[in-house]
């Protein structure tokens, strides 16, 4: 019955949204550290408020995620939330795409989707879906859900750019857990072999998957030093540390120097939410109504990110 | 229909794509080639050297390929991904699953080696479920060409047409059946007999044996309906319904007999409640090392059990 109402919503909104942030015209590159800060908050409550209406959801590794997300989508992606499949748009891959709330909370506050339409996350006939669904929601570029994939989705994209000369990049983020996959070392070794310069890999090492910690289920050892053995241009910074990110999205990943970026962020699942930081249990739980108000107070009050 | 009677000239489909390809690559610079290390014996090397920038080659890395060839495809290209049947089919069926069939992108999965023609490479390389596991994904056409001719027809309407296709060619040259005028599309089975006693339904590289095996029956007075059913899905459910009230129906193909063809046609006949039908296939049992022809014969794949088949229809 949501089917298609849902969908008119979502770009009824769209046309009909003012700019939240109420600076009129949006000047990227001018975001400062402080507001990214702020959009991660903002991020983190839509997030775990998307999850908790759902009452179903991935809370941890949304929040490990969601500075990362800030700095994408409010200063460094070149992206029209009014023609979100403009063909020079950089592109971003959530190859880790069971965190997808995090996406849609930015893609909310970023104005591709009203901010009251990612509340109906994974119910029948919204455009938010479990996973990212390209075919459902503006401002996916690709549809992922399988681990392991995405990440070769995005060498696709960046090596379409780099053939017709375009100078759009292409931004994905994988899991720590998510580089078992075998496929993700075959997606990174085509990434070096074609020069994707125009692709940045970041790492959400927040060193924990849905059985316990990737040191018990599966040890990556050093990622770091595995992407730069395998051939990529590689970095380790704190990735709730807003002035690293920007630091490093604005030196290191703009190198062209015909090697692929890799950023290991080390995070921490379920970050800016005390019980849900480093707990495996919160992977994949929605929060009752006691966690959830506790969870928007401590996030409210600005736990430190 | 014009059959070629001269049926003597023999050719692999899989040539048929190498030759389709290079015409593709010229005419639309959005076509791309995926390759993942057998680019030389799924002829791909004409379009390698002509168009080096509408090439990739993976390695020995399906799964990637298939990821690459949709992340291309959200872009506007139309990659075909090239690789032997039973990798293109299996190693990579939930990437196709996921990143091709599940967005719907433009992908074509071009494969050779389908069924038993691989036949000295033995049961590992036989691909006989490919076309079983590709129709039952959503969004998924599958199509097997006869011949050199239908099967660069074929190729060029898949090019022609949006969303993801499966491709499934000869490794073995099989016999020239078409001329080069004749036209086909995806979807529409190609009569190439009408008749009143027997249905024949095959595909692919079995069409030559129902051809020779509907000859033998007229020449014994029985009169019968050959369909040519180059795509199993989508089925062409109406050609299918066409042969119920002859009501006698065999399919044949180089697949197993689960999944394939023959499923797909009894569904419709099940369905109906109507007409009578026997299944020519693999005998749900993995190949050998052998020569294709002698792989055929074991399963029955035969001009010989086709009369049989029909004869015992006739009976009942
Ligand atoms: C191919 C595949 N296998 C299993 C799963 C189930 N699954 C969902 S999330 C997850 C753990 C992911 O861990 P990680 O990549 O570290 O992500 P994060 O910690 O950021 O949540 C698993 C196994 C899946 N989505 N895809
Ligand atoms: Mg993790």
């Given at each position: 019955m949501?089917s298609?109402?849902?969908?008119i919503q979502?770009?009824?909104?769209m046309s009909?949204?003012e ?9 990227m590159?001018?975001?400062s550290v402080?507001q990214l800060?702020?959009?991660?908050i ?5 997030a775990v408020?998307?999850v908790?209406?759902?009452q179903?959801?991935?809370p ?9 997300i800030?700095a994408l989508?409010?200063r460094e992606?070149n992206?029209?939330p009014?023609n979100?499949?403009w063909?020079?748009?950089?592109r971003?891959?959530?190859s ?11 893609l909310a506050?970023r104005?591709?989707?009203?901010n009251?339409s990612?509340y109906?996350l ?6 938010f ?6 075919k459902?929601c503006p401002g996916?570029?690709?549809?992922t859900?399988?681990?392991?994939q995405g990440l070769?989705?995005?060498v696709g994209?960046?090596?379409?750019g780099?053939?017709?000369e375009?100078?759009?990049r292409v ?8 580089c078992?996959?075998?496929q ?5 070794q ?8 125009n ?7 927040n060193?924990?998957?849905?059985d316990g910690f ?11 030093k595995?992407?730069d053995?395998?051939?990529?241009d590689?970095t380790r910074?704190?990735?709730?540390s807003?002035e690293q990110i ?6 290191f990943?703009k190198q062209k120097n015909?090697?692929p970026?890799c950023i290991?962020?080390?995070t921490?699942?379920?970050?800016g ?5 480093d707990?495996?249990a919160w ?5 009752n109504?006691?966690?959830f ?11 430190p990110v | 229909?014009?059959v070629?009677?001269?049926?003597v ?5 899989r ?8 015409r ?7 076509i ?5 290390d057998?680019?030389?014996?799924c ?5 390698i ?7 990739i080659?993976v390695?020995i ?7 690459i ?5 959200t872009?506007?290209?139309i990659?075909?991904i ?7 089919s ?6 196709i699953?996921?990143?091709v ?13 389908g069924?038993l023609?691989?036949?000295n490479?033995?049961?590992s390389h036989?691909?006989i479920?490919?076309m ?5 994904f959503?969004?998924?056409?599958v199509i ?6 239908s099967?660069?027809?074929?190729i060029a ?5 949006y969303?993801?296709?499966y491709l499934?060619?000869?490794?073995d040259?099989?016999?020239?059946i078409?001329d ?11 009569q ?5 006693d027997?249905?024949i339904?095959a595909?692919?590289?079995?069409v030559?044996l129902?051809?020779e095996a509907?000859e033998q ?8 309906k050959l369909l ?8 062409d459910?109406d ?7 002859i ?7 180089d ?16 369905e109906?409640?109507k007409?009578?039908l026997?299944?020519?296939g693999?005998?749900d049992?993995?190949?050998?090392s052998?020569p294709?022809e002698?792989?055929?014969e ?11 088949k029909?004869?015992k229809?006739?009976?009942?």
């Amino acid at each position: 019955m949501f089917s298609t109402p849902l969908v008119i919503q979502v770009y009824k909104y769209m046309s009909l949204q003012e700019d939240h942030l109420g600076t009129g015209v949006w000047h990227m590159q001018q975001t400062s550290v402080e507001q990214l800060k702020q959009h991660a908050i903002e991020l983190r409550k839509t997030a775990v408020t998307m999850v908790y209406e759902a009452q179903s959801g991935h809370p941890g590794g949304s929040l490990s995620a969601a500075d990362v997300i800030s700095a994408l989508y409010f200063r460094e992606m070149n992206v029209d939330p009014a023609n979100p499949k403009w063909e020079d748009r950089d592109r971003f891959v959530l190859s880790k795409g069971h965190v997808a709330p995090i996406q849609y909370a930015a893609l909310a506050l970023r104005g591709f989707v009203s901010n009251e339409s990612v509340y109906t996350l994974r119910q029948y006939g919204s455009p938010f879906q479990g996973h990212p669904d390209m075919k459902k929601c503006p401002g996916i570029d690709i549809s992922t859900g399988s681990l392991g994939q995405g990440l070769s989705c995005a060498v696709g994209m960046a090596i379409a750019g780099q053939r017709d000369e375009k100078d759009y990049r292409v931004f994905a983020m994988v899991g720590d857990g998510e580089c078992q996959e075998g496929q993700i070392w075959e997606a990174i070794q085509a990434a070096v072999k074609y020069k994707l310069d125009n692709l940045i890999v970041f790492v959400d090492n927040n060193r924990l998957q849905i059985d316990g910690f990737c040191e018990d289920v599966m040890p990556l050892l050093d990622l770091e030093k595995k992407f730069d053995a395998f051939g990529f241009d590689t970095t380790r910074i704190d990735g709730h540390s807003m002035e690293q990110i920007v630091e490093t999205l604005d030196t290191f990943a703009k190198q062209k120097n015909g090697k692929p970026k890799c950023i290991v962020c080390d995070t921490v699942k379920g970050k800016g939410v005390s019980y849900m930081e480093d707990q495996a249990a919160w992977h994949g739980t929605a929060p009752n109504k006691e966690e959830f108000e506790l969870a928007i107070k401590e996030l409210e009050g600005g736990l430190p990110v | 229909m014009s059959v070629t009677k001269k049926a003597v000239e023999k050719k692999a489909t899989r040539a048929a794509f190498g030759d389709e390809i290079v015409r593709l690559g010229e005419s639309n610079k959005d076509i791309y080639v995926v390759d993942i290390d057998i680019g030389k014996s799924c002829k791909t090397d004409k379009f390698i050297e002509k168009f080096p920038m509408q090439h990739i080659n993976v390695g020995i890395a399906e799964q990637n390929g298939a990821g690459i060839a949709a992340g291309l495809a959200t872009t506007g290209k139309i990659p075909f991904i090239s690789t032997y049947a039973v990798f293109g089919s299996l190693r990579m069926a939930e990437q196709i699953r996921q990143e091709v069939c599940y967005p719907n992108l433009n992908v074509k999965i071009a494969c050779s080696h389908g069924g038993l023609t691989p036949g000295n490479d033995g049961g590992s390389h036989q691909a006989i479920e490919d076309m079983g596991v590709m129709r039952s994904f959503p969004n998924m056409t599958v199509i097997m060409g006869a011949d050199y001719h239908s099967t660069r027809k074929l190729i060029a309407e898949a090019a022609a047409m949006y969303g993801p296709v499966y491709l499934r060619f000869t490794r073995d040259a099989v016999p020239m059946i078409y001329d080069e005028n004749e036209t086909f599309e995806i979807g529409k089975a190609k009569q190439l007999r009408d008749g009143a006693d027997i249905a024949i339904i095959a595909n692919g590289d079995t069409v030559r044996l129902a051809i020779e095996a509907a000859e033998q029956l007229e020449q014994n007075g029985v009169s019968v309906k050959l369909l040519d059913m180059h795509t199993i899905k989508p089925l062409d459910v109406d050609a299918v319904k066409d042969c119920l009230d002859i009501g006698r129906i065999i399919t044949v193909e180089d697949h197993n007999i689960l999944n394939g063809l023959g499923s797909a046609v009894a569904e419709v006949i099940a369905e109906a409640g109507k007409g009578q039908l026997a299944r020519i296939g693999v005998q749900d049992r993995f190949g050998e090392s052998a020569p294709y022809e002698k792989l055929l014969e074991i399963n029955g794949i035969t001009v010989e059990n086709i009369i049989a088949k029909a004869n015992k229809l006739l009976t009942n």
